[in-house]
């Protein structure tokens, strides 16, 4: 069973509320925006949480450890979970940053990163983003 997670890093401002998003240069899912996150490995002792840490940490902050360590002192606003008995399970937390001053520095598996309006994502985002933006309506973000 592939188990995973990932942060939706999610800002406001000037009156709009806006995702941070990468275009993946691997596959799965190349050249598909994307939010950052992966496959949990020995490392995270099973634990969803610290699984979208790490790869947040490795994809957004390529060493900013200073950088991630603001994000790191946060606590998410909410998580969403996909569960395919025996395939698939995944947890995206969602991080709320409009008062973060962050500097990114991704790793290979993003070409570039952006900051995109929830109302006008890229014609390739990742299929997961729109499940996860229902999810965050849901907690009345």
């Known amino acids: 069973m592939y188990k995973g997670a990932g ?11 806006r995702i941070l998003l990468g275009k993946r240069t691997i596959r799965p899912h ?5 939010l950052s996150g992966g496959k949990m490995d020995g490392k995270d002792g099973g634990d969803f949480h610290q699984c979208a ?3 947040t940490a490795e994809e957004l902050f390529l060493g ?3 950088e991630f360590e603001k994000l790191r002192n946060l ?3 909410g998580s969403a979970g996909i569960y395919l008995p025996f395939n698939f399970q995944w947890k995206t937390y969602f991080y709320e940053v409009s008062h973060l001053d962050l500097g990114f520095r991704h790793n290979h598996e993003f070409s570039e990163i952006e900051w995109f309006d929830i109302e006008k994502l890229p014609e390739k985002t990742h299929y997961g983003i729109v499940y996860a ?9």
């Open 64 to 66: 900013a450890t200073g």
């Open 53 to 55: 840490l790490r790869e």
């Open 30 to 34: 190349k050249n598909f925006w994307s």
């Open 133 to 141: 933006l229902w999810k965050l309506r849901s907690i009345r973000y």
């Open 75 to 77: 606590t998410p606003l």
């Open 7 to 17: 942060i939706l890093l999610i800002r406001r401002e000037e009156g709009k509320t």
